[in-house]
């Protein structure tokens, strides 16, 4: 089955710097790489995804890019502010058929300080 | 709006006690997941079920069992529960041919 590394675990960043989170993946028949985002105490929640046929997708401060080749693909966040503390999951499924489940990173911590 | 809703939001239960936990959802969605949550473990599948005659088996199922009671409800069971599955549970749905997932609120269980 798939396997989905991410790091790092934790990560702190000063308000308006960026911040990259990396994940690698496993199975080459996936094609479908969504970030969600988990404030404390909330749901996870989807902010960006990407499938495997783009290799970079933005939205406002939000980018992610996808190397298939080398199966992995990061999240990109610039000009950080407060609000974007939360924990971070990457995923990897395919998209049809029994393939779409998703597979979660770890996690990482991502902390803004003022 | 159209959701996933989970119940209870909280639990504390004994050790070798059953307890179920409840989704439903609102959203029309076929699929429905099962994901428990730990700290430094992140989001992994318990089980799945695609429509209401399917149920499949995720990474980490044993101890647990499901039941899909129709298409917007879908219930994890635990049969005699152990303190290691003190965790937070999610469940999430999605659509066929889309593999975005949307979560419901969370259960958080204690087995003491």
């Known amino acids: 089955g798939e396997n989905v590394e991410q790091h790092p675990s934790t990560l702190s960043v000063q308000e308006g710097d960026s911040a990259v989170i990396k994940c690698t993946y496993s199975d080459s028949a996936s094609n479908y790489f969504p970030w969600y985002k988990q404030e404390l105490g909330k749901r996870p929640q989807l902010i960006i995804d990407i499938r495997s046929n783009v290799g970079e997708k933005k939205d406002q401060r939000i980018a992610v890019t996808l190397n298939k080749t080398a199966k992995h693909f990061s999240l990109h966040i610039t000009e950080t502010q407060p609000e974007d503390s939360a924990v971070y999951f990457c995923?990897?499924?395919?998209?049809?058929?029994?393939?779409?489940?998703?597979?979660f990173g770890t996690g990482t911590r991502l902390q803004v300080t003022l | 709006d159209a959701d996933v809703t989970q119940t209870p939001r909280n639990r504390i239960t004994k050790t070798g006690k059953r307890i179920m936990l409840e989704c439903s959802q609102t959203?029309?969605?076929?699929?429905m997941y099962w994901y428990r949550q730990d700290p430094g473990l992140g989001l992994r599948l318990i089980y799945y079920s695609f429509d209401v005659k399917d149920i499949n088996k995720g990474e980490i199922s044993d101890g647990y069992s499901v039941s899909r009671q129709a298409q917007a409800k879908f219930s994890l069971s635990l049969e005699s529960a152990i303190p290691n599955q003190t965790a937070l549970y999610f469940c999430a749905t999605s659509d066929p041919g889309r593999a975005e997932a949307f979560f419901g609120q969370g259960t958080r269980l204690t087995v003491v």
């Open positions: 959203k029309g969605h076929d699929r």
């Open positions: 995923a990897a499924s395919g998209v049809t058929g029994t393939a779409s489940k998703l597979t």
